[in-house]
T-cell receptor, first 111, second 114 residues
């Protein structure tokens, strides 16, 4: 099993550009999450999904959109990137009340 | 709402020293508690967990006991190694307010020197 994979691993964007981050899991988990990690800020939840076709806002959803068209995939979109969105993005999956399984992260720089 | 408070870092220890990283929590319901570890350049991975009061989670020489009376889940290791250098996150998942989410502490950076 590959677990949780993220694509791409690194990306540099110019302000105003758009991009989509892909997260895939092969563990048949219902729940999937997108977090951002910034120095001194810990992990902050952006959006999450409790099942195929559902999404919900987390702690810091502004400037991001998500979709969960297939159970195994969770996409994070940035429509108009801003320097404040420079961060490391982690995807995770899991089952309710149990541990989460994290991907290796995507390092995004917006110039 | 739920919250997790971790001991502030960074923590620097010599090899073979005893480690304690404090974690306290507030939760509405009956949470499961977790410690995750993040090695440089990687995602978080589960280190250990406990699902009810007085449970002890253990893995790789690390231990933590779920203390309901003090709302704590402190991480301990008797003898740290250089390879334990990482960021450690305490987290909870609350069955009452969960909505499928976990609450994470801010992380504690541990550096172990030879």
């Amino acid at each position: 099993n590959a677990g949780v994979t993220q694509t791409p691993k690194f990306r540099v964007l110019k302000t105003g550009q758009s991009m989509t981050l892909l997260c895939a899991q092969d563990m048949n988990h219902e729940y999937m999450y997108w977090y951002r990690q910034d120095p001194g800020m810990g992990l902050r939840l952006i959006h999450y999904s409790v099942g195929e076709g559902t999404t919900a806002k987390g702690e810091v959803p502004d400037g991001y959109n998500v979709s969960r068209l297939k159970k195994q995939n969770f996409l994070l979109g940035l429509e108009s990137a801003a320097p404040s969105q420079t961060s490391v993005y982690f995807c995770a999956s899991g089952v309710a009340l149990d541990e989460q399984y994290f991907g290796p992260g995507t390092r995004l720089t917006v110039t | 709402g739920d919250s997790v408070t971790q001991m502030e870092g960074p923590v620097t220890l010599s090899e073979e020293a005893f480690l304690t990283i404090n974690c306290t929590y507030t939760a509405t319901g009956y949470p499961s508690l977790f410690w995750y570890v993040q090695y440089p350049g990687e995602g978080l991975q589960l280190l250990l967990k406990a699902t009810k009061a007085d449970d002890k989670g253990s893995n790789k020489g690390f231990e933590a006991t779920y203390r309901k009376e003090t709302t704590s889940f402190h991480l301990e290791k008797g003898s740290v190694q250089v390879s334990d250098s990482a960021v450690y996150f305490c987290a909870l998942s609350d069955r009452v307010t969960n909505a499928g989410k976990s609450t994470f502490g801010d992380g504690t950076t541990l550096t172990v020197k030879p």
